[in-house]
């Protein structure tokens, strides 16, 4: 297993940038393909990034593909979502997860944080 904490929220706004880190425990962390997520309220829980167990291939939505960056550091059990241009439509929690494989699903990942407010003001 694997717990992870997410950190790096905030309130910016539009135009303004964040980055986002996922500190994962345990000594397998790069065993795990990596995702962001995020959930407005009253909204379900969508797919943001996804990034692959070496960092060699990346998934994003097409919404924040040309604004975000998932990247990860193996060595420091991080994973981190660089934000910029931010949108008000980008508010939300924003939780990252670990899973067996580089998905947009969010039944393809085992394990979530406990999420991180992002909020973007007009």
């Known amino acids: 297993q694997v717990q992870l904490v997410e950190s790096g929220g905030g309130l910016v706004q539009a135009g303004g940038s964040l980055r986002l880190s996922c500190a994962a425990s345990?000594?397998?962390?790069?065993?795990?393909?990596m995702g962001w997520f995020r959930q407005a309220p009253g909204k379900e829980r969508e797919f943001v990034a996804a990034?692959?167990?070496?960092?060699?291939?990346?998934y994003f939505e097409n919404s924040v593909k040309d604004r975000f960056t998932i990247s990860r550091d193996n060595a420091k059990n991080t994973v981190y979502l660089q934000m910029n241009g931010l949108k008000p439509e980008d508010t939300a929690i924003y939780y990252c997860a670990a899973g067996r494989t580089t998905a947009a699903a969010r039944n393809q990942y085992d394990y979530w944080g406990q999420g991180t407010q992002v909020t973007v003001s007009s």
């Open positions: 990034i692959s167990k070496s960092g060699g291939v990346t």
């Open positions: 345990g000594r397998t962390f790069s065993t795990y393909a």
